[in-house]
């Protein structure tokens, strides 16, 4: 008997799919039409931080560098108000096996799918996470598929994505790589069910699990480096996960810093869009993903979400492109570490905040990740030149995503600008409306919605008012 | 002509949806595009160039479609000289 394997008749089969390519059934976390379990979902994986942690040393992740960064904060101060100019500490997520904190996420998933006994792991993403299931896969021995969106419709590939798709192929595994477009998840369950390869979903229990070593690590690096906890970590943010896990892992620390989310702002550019597609220079970390995936997690490709972004964000930094690679060239002029894009979005966050705060706090960026051909900002800024994008210095406001990138010629002009969080949590209140008439939310259902954005029901109450 | 031996590391190209099979919530430009897939992979049979044939992949998959590319490889570069960056952290920063 054939499968019908047209678009339609594939997505119908998608909860057989992904039960049988995970072993985990979503179903028994269940509370309510929009509630579920998630604390129950999350420890039933069944792993310790100190198993996660030891896991992850078995194949050359986490226990990274943090560096305090001297001379950008020495800068920032000279920008700053009297008395202000926090100090700025990175962690140098690059030295992980695969060159991102992606590691760590993909760490659990290729050991679990190890243990159950599955030849191979599938995932679908936009490359770092790709490379870092690849490189976790060959450890364990396991057989590897990635599945990337790369090229539009004239077959051009976006560098960084190119780069991104040689460094998966450099770990063994295969990579179908496909044409712009949402279509992605329907080839990824074609794929699964071909293969009945494990699917290392970004969004499992065992990806967020994986991510919070580094929230507990960069908590008792920056205790033992100063004494102190550190007082506000910046987090780039696009699907949540590295946010949602290090938060998570911040916590089992004991540790209440500010948990502050920066995304790149490419606002005006549709994610789905051929001609869009190669006209932005991040091919992640932006709002594309950051604002959907924070105002309604569970538009991914399992069930239920385990990363959940507003559970843990307390204030949300939007960044241009402009001032991101002036921070990038910065860092590697000032501090002599080139690295790539994901941690200097949230690195440009942290010196446009550094300069609110007081001299003695501290602010860390949480991740770095490696650069070099595709990924630096030479050849994105080369190829967005190539694309007809004007590329000049000036004030990076005026830029227009698509037309324009607009480089600071002073550091001062790093500003970033700040997200309403209010307006983030009411869209989730719209986004949760569409799946259920609040008048028909139980006691349950409303627990969940005010906890899914860090409120109270006091605040619901008033916020359903608004929507 | 063009006969390419099997074992030969190639590029396959194959059209996964067409303009009107695509996923309802494609946007307008995207729409008009078929929705296509390439892979790299050994090829399993002495093979002419262009025409449809069978690849074994890095994973041991066997995928039919079109042998668009012979040796694929890896082009990507660092880019052109972007004057733009040459003078940030030089000085005059502040």
Redo the contacts between chains.
Sequence with gaps: MTRDNSYQAVMARKNEIMKSSMGLDYETYRQGELAFDYERMMNDCGFTLEDIIRIQSETKVGNTPMFELHNLTAAVRKISAPGKGARIFVKDEAANASGSFKARRASISAYVAAQKGYKGVIAATSGNYGAAVASQAAQRGLKCIIVQEVFDSKGIGQPEIVEKGRKCEAFGAEVIKLSVGPELFYYLLLTLEETGFFNASLYTPFGIKGVESLGYELTNQIRSMTGKDPDAVMITHAGGGNLTGTARGMLAAGCNAQVIACSVDLSGLHMASDRDFNRKSFTTGHTGFGVPFATWPDRTDVPRNAARSMRYMDDYILVNQGEVFYITELLAKLEGIERGPAGNTSLTGAVSLAREMDADKIIVVQETEYTGAGKHHNSQLSFAQKMGIEVRRGNPEEGVNGKSIVIPERLAQVKGHRQDMEKLRLSYLKNAAKQLDPAKWTDIDRAFVAADVKKDLKWLDQALKQI | MNEVKAGTWVEVEKI??TPE???P???E??RH?????????FLTADSLYGTEVTIK?????MVTGNLKVIHPH?T???????E??L????G???
């Design positions: 996964l949806l099979q695509r996923a919530q494609v946007p430009d995207t595009t078929p929705y296509v897939m390439r892979v790299a992979g992949t890095l994973s041991g998959r890896y990507h570069s660092f880019g052109d000289t972007v733009e960056l003078t940030i952290g030089i005059g920063e502040i």
